[in-house]
């Protein structure tokens, strides 16, 4: 019995990490420039040499970033923008150089272009800066003009290999090397929303949370099975 309570218990935990990624797709399908995080599954054999194949034990082995396209929004907001392709645009973090899709670049009181939340650099990797109180527009080709005068770029990576989200619309590439300049251009005006369809989440949310259900179901069922058990042998 304990095999089945183990096997239960591990069919539980996994669907948690499912609900818990599939809430949080749900939750920021409309967040600019949001990447899905999908969960994958793997069944292990209870015993290591295989012999024992009437028990496998589910499990959360790895969550996947979805870099897929997401929604495009028309703004008419001169300062929203979106990369052609599949490029992001660069941002400043504490720890380096990040990843966004999220275009809706916003001029604070200091003169700093930011996205994110985060200041936008250039294609070297440095924080471009504008001066302070100017009328700031960016071109199609990601040039960033303050008062007329060209002030500098914006920073277009694309990334080939594996990421990591930092946050609700922040990527970070797993491997620094992997972060490459983009040839991509600007398209003006629109906006990248999430790439998780509410529908979908609300399906897989409603289908996680059943299979949970059932596991603690099992679980329970397995608990009192091995109780009867204790009972019975002490009666003999």
Request: charged share 20%; hydrophobic share 40%; no cysteine.
């Amino acid at each position: 019995m304990a095999d089945g309570i183990y096997v239960s218990m591990n069919g539980a935990a996994a669907r948690m990490a499912q609900l818990d990624s599939v809430s949080d797709n749900l939750a920021n399908a409309q967040t600019p420039g949001f990447k899905a995080v999908r969960p994958s599954f793997e069944a292990f054999l209870a015993n290591a040499d295989g012999r024992d194949s009437s028990k496998v034990y589910p499990a959360a082995v790895a969550t996947r970033v979805d870099l897929s396209a997401g929604t495009v929004v028309q703004t008419g907001n001169a300062l929203d923008v979106l990369p052609s392709g599949k490029g992001f645009i660069g941002v400043m973090t504490s720890n380096g150089v990040a990843l966004t899709r999220n275009g809706h670049l916003q001029v604070e009181a200091d003169g700093t272009l930011t996205a994110a939340g985060r200041p936008v650099v250039d294609r070297e990797g440095n924080v471009l800066t504008t001066p302070a109180g100017s009328m700031v527009r960016v071109e199609p080709s990601g040039a960033v003009f303050a008062n007329n005068a060209r002030v500098g770029e914006l920073g277009l990576f694309e990334v080939n290999g594996p990421v990591d989200r930092i946050g609700p619309s922040l990527l970070s590439a797993q491997n620094p090397k992997d972060v490459t300049p983009s040839g991509d251009t600007l398209r003006l005006g629109e906006i990248e929303t999430g790439n998780a369809s509410p529908l979908e989440a609300a399906v897989q949310l409603v289908a996680a949370q059943r299979h949970f259900e059932t596991s603690l179901q099992a679980l329970q069922t397995y608990k009192r099975m091995d109780e009867r058990a204790a009972e019975v042998g002490k009666t003999r």
